[in-house]
């Protein structure tokens, strides 16, 4: 199994849980952006200058929701 699929596993499971344990979507939205800021500590921890690499992601992320509701998919 690839370290792509590994991720995607747990990806996968953590969304199952998320949902299991707070069945309302709108509440998800905490947990994302809690996700999001983890993610961003992660990053900067590694190496400071990755800071402006996660604002590009994040930036990218803007993109893609902004086309996933003009289009109505990922």
């Not at 590994?6 to 952006?33: C, K």
Request: glycine letters at 2%.
């Amino acid at each position: 199994m690839s370290r792509d699929d590994e991720l995607r596993d747990v990806l996968d499971e953590t969304a199952r849980q998320i949902s299991r344990l707070s069945h309302n979507p709108r509440t998800w939205l905490a947990w994302i952006v809690y996700l999001l800021e983890r993610m961003e500590q992660e990053a900067t921890n590694e190496n400071a200058s990755h800071k402006d690499l996660f604002r590009d992601t994040l930036s990218a992320l803007e993109d893609a929701i902004r086309n996933r509701r003009n289009t109505g998919g990922w």
